[in-house]
């Protein structure tokens, strides 16, 4: 059974930075597409960045690219979001996904993910 587990959030101040952590186990991640998305109270989650595991290949959301980085660390099985220059608008719990990689997958979009974490809240102030 596939776990999601996240860590790393927390209340921080604006233009501080933040690395969040997804442990993955219970499946070989190879053939993968690991995501980060955000959801606020009363809104959709909307799509942060994503990592295909085999080969490292990127994709971000447009007002992400430049401060957020995502990454991935084979031997401990855990891709990371790097968040830098956080602003109040990053305010939201920040979720890990799994789905396997398929060549019509839309990977910005929650719906393709079949496996979700539990989330982790992020608090920028003013």
């Known amino acids: 059974q596939v776990q999601l587990v996240e860590s790393g959030g927390g209340l921080v101040q604006t233009g501080d930075s933040l690395r969040l952590s997804c442990a993955a186990s219970g499946r070989t991640f190879s053939r993968y597409v690991m995501g980060w998305f955000r959801q606020v109270p009363g809104n959709e989650r909307e799509f942060v960045a994503a990592i295909r595991w085999s080969n490292v290949i990127t994709y971000y959301a447009d007002s992400m690219k430049g401060r957020f980085t995502i990454s991935r660390d084979n031997a401990k099985n855990t891709v990371y979001l790097q968040m830098n220059s956080l602003k109040p608008e990053d305010t939201a719990i920040y979720y890990c996904?799994?789905?396997?990689?398929?060549?019509?997958?839309?990977?910005?979009?929650?719906?393709?993910?079949?496996?979700w974490g539990q989330g982790t809240q992020v608090t920028v102030s003013s």
């Open positions: 996904a799994a789905t396997y990689y398929s060549a019509t997958g839309y990977y910005n979009s929650a719906a393709t993910y079949e496996y």
